[in-house]
């Protein structure tokens, strides 16, 4: 099994940037595909963005494309969200996830097998 432990949240300002990791422990990391989701007060958890098995390959929600960027370090066994230009709609906790997807399966959260506890991001206006 994997254990993802997340950290990096915190608070900024509109415009700011923030970059949220997530350990992982067990199995070996790069065998499984990650994937970023965020959950806002009183609203559903959604997809933010993905990796594939192999990380080359990477999607994003709409709503973060060409301000989030996600990447793994396979050595170090964790995977990143670097989030610039944040905006108070980006006000969520984030969950990093790991499991075995590829393409558009991997925008669904049920698609994974584990998931961090959740780290909060508040921006603020």
């Known amino acids: 099994q994997v254990q993802l432990v997340e950290s990096g949240g915190g608070l900024v300002q509109a415009g700011g940037s923030l970059r949220l990791s997530c350990a992982a422990s067990?199995?070996?990391?790069?065998?499984?595909?990650m994937g970023w989701f965020r959950q806002a007060p009183g609203k559903e958890r959604v997809f933010v963005a993905t990796n594939t098995w192999s990380g080359d390959s990477t999607y994003y929600a709409d709503s973060v494309k060409g301000r989030f960027t996600i990447s793994r370090d396979n050595a170090k066994n964790t995977l990143y969200l670097q989030m610039n230009s944040l905006k108070p709609e980006d006000t969520a906790v984030y969950y990093c996830a790991a499991g075995r997807c590829s393409g558009a399966r991997c925008y669904i959260g049920s698609s994974y097998d584990y998931w961090g506890q959740g780290a909060q991001v508040t921006v603020s206006s």
């Open positions: 067990g199995r070996p990391f790069l065998n499984y595909a």
